[in-house]
């Protein structure tokens, strides 16, 4: 005790300890002697005080510990005690109020009683120009700052504050689409992570499953972004460039995290829409040469997005085709008409019409497409078959005319093709007035008496174009009158008889009777 009494030290240290929530540093140490660096802080108090410089206590009760911890992760921080005097300190004792919102793991060396957040140590004698040091080792569960005072009974009471600031990493991640898209038109999707915590940010990572019809540019289904470190306040923010594989409304998150499990994520929504031609084509099937055939072709757009430049083409296939007449502003170019129809909205149609001649009998093929952009195209082939028009001309002529009863008389038919095609099967069948008998009869086909008034010439198989076929038919004349040939003509290509007939006069002289005088 006598060396107690020659240093004046009391046998006693108290440490009292609370927790000061959103205060700073400057607030919470403010009746303390501390310096900060970047990575800790440190306090002291010594006797005699006041002791603006550690170097001239006698006693020096110091504290040290982290500036900013991250709230859940273990920190330290450490009581020192030292006897800077030429004695020795006895009977030293040490009581230390841990803060709320401190969880303790550790502490070392133990204290020697615990009540609570209060705790004791009896430290015993500190030798002279010697130190003892306490270690505190635990982890902050709020936010704030964690102040702790030490209070120790050098003769009177040395108040030495600790501050800790407690920090958090909280990111948050926004993610933005077009909400509509032309398939053709690239997506851009924007990505932004923001630090909205109070600690930096570290190892930040954006990742994105596309869903199934999105992709990156180079094909790819998953986006993966190493965004590095974010201070506090500051953001980053990223452009991904997509393309759409087929239509419809994708929805996906992405996410973003970083060190100590802190993530966020986003949704975001889009509409890929496309624009479908449908190409319908008439015509006729067939028809006749020289005779105009007309055509008709609609365009009409079945999507959901604007068709723009669109263009009809029909490239004609055939001999000596004749375009007679185009609508809506169609050009030709040599055997080929082509439209441009400019934007059909959806739903929207856009008719043409085109007309066209051959001398040809033939096939005539028209193939229709029509393109646009960002579309896909579309065709279509129509066949139209041209036949000549068979002409078949009948001909009746008598060899005398009055025929005199008993006479007979020779009729010629005569079958002409002046059409544009061969006729086949030409069958004829003749009719013969009553007065009128069959004496005989030659031609090209065989001629055939089916009862005394009619006759039947064998079917002729073909009559080209420009040919002529003839029958002589020798008829006796039998009674007087105005009698009539009848030639009834039947083809393949007729639906109905043709008739002709020749007039000849049948006659009796009257003889006169003339006597001599």
């Not at 030409?426 to 009869?441: A, C, F, H, Q, S």
Request: with cysteine.
């Amino acid at each position: 005790m006598k060396r107690v009494s020659a240093i004046g030290l009391a046998a006693a240290f108290l440490l009292v300890a609370g927790f000061a929530a959103a205060q700073d540093t400057e607030t919470a140490m403010a009746n303390a002697n501390y310096k900060v660096s970047k990575s800790s802080i440190y306090s002291w108090c010594g006797y005699p005080g006041p002791c603006t410089n550690p170097a001239s206590a006698l006693v020096l009760l110091e504290k040290q510990g982290p500036y900013e911890v991250i709230i859940g992760d273990q920190f330290s921080y450490q009581i020192q005690i030292s006897n800077r005097a030429s004695v020795d300190m006895i009977a030293v004792t040490l009581d230390d109020i841990l803060p709320d919102g401190f969880s303790v793991d550790s502490i070392e060396p133990k204290p020697d009683a615990q009540s609570g957040n209060r705790v004791s140590w009896n430290l015993g004698t500190i030798p002279a120009k010697s130190a003892k040091i306490i270690t505190i080792t635990g982890r902050a569960s709020m936010l704030g700052c964690l102040v702790s005072n030490a209070l120790a009974k050098i003769c009177y009471e040395l108040p030495l504050p600790l501050s800790t600031r407690v920090i958090q990493c909280n990111i948050e991640l926004t993610k933005t689409l077009p909400e509509v898209v032309d398939i053709c038109d690239p997506i851009v999707m924007c990505l932004s992570v923001r630090n909205v915590g109070s600690a930096p940010a570290t190892n930040v990572c954006i990742t994105d499953e596309l869903p199934e019809g999105l992709l990156t540019l180079d094909g790819q289904s998953k986006i993966s972004i190493s965004a590095g470190t974010i201070p506090v306040g500051g953001y980053k923010t990223f452009e991904v460039k997509l393309k759409a594989t087929h239509t419809g409304e994708f929805t996906n998150t992405a996410r973003a995290t970083a060190d100590r499990n802190c993530y966020s994520t986003a949704t975001a929504n889009i509409k890929v829409v496309a624009a479908e031609l449908q190409l319908k084509a008439a015509g006729p099937a067939d028809g006749y040469i020289c005779t105009p055939q007309p055509y008709q072709i609609t365009v009409t757009n079945v999507g959901n997005s604007p068709a723009r430049d669109v263009v009809l083409l029909d490239s004609i296939d055939g001999q000596k085709v004749k375009i007679e007449s185009i609508s809506d502003g169609g050009k030709a170019r040599g055997n080929k008409v082509a439209w441009a129809l400019g934007t059909l909205e959806p739903n929207e149609s856009r008719t043409v019409c085109l007309t066209l001649t051959s001398t040809v009998p033939g096939a005539i093929r028209s193939d229709f497409s029509v393109t646009g952009r960002c579309v896909d195209p579309k065709s279509a082939t129509h066949c139209l078959t041209l036949s000549g028009v068979p002409g078949v001309l009948t001909s009746l002529k008598d060899s005398c005319d009055p025929v005199i009863i008993g006479n007979t008389v020779v009729y010629t038919v005569t079958a002409s093709n002046t059409g544009s095609s061969e006729s086949r099967n030409l069958r004829y069948t003749i009719k013969l007035d009553e007065g009128m008998e069959y004496v005989g009869g030659s031609g090209v086909t065989d001629i055939t008496a089916v009862d005394e008034r009619t006759l039947q010439f064998a079917p002729l198989p073909v009559l080209g174009i420009g040919e002529t076929a003839a029958w002589n038919v020798s008829i006796k004349a039998c009674s007087v009158g105005d009698k009539r040939f009848t030639a009834d003509l039947m083809t393949d290509e007729l639906t109905d008889v043709v008739s002709k007939s020749e007039s000849t006069n049948f006659f009796q002289p009257t003889m006169a009777i003339v006597y001599a005088q």
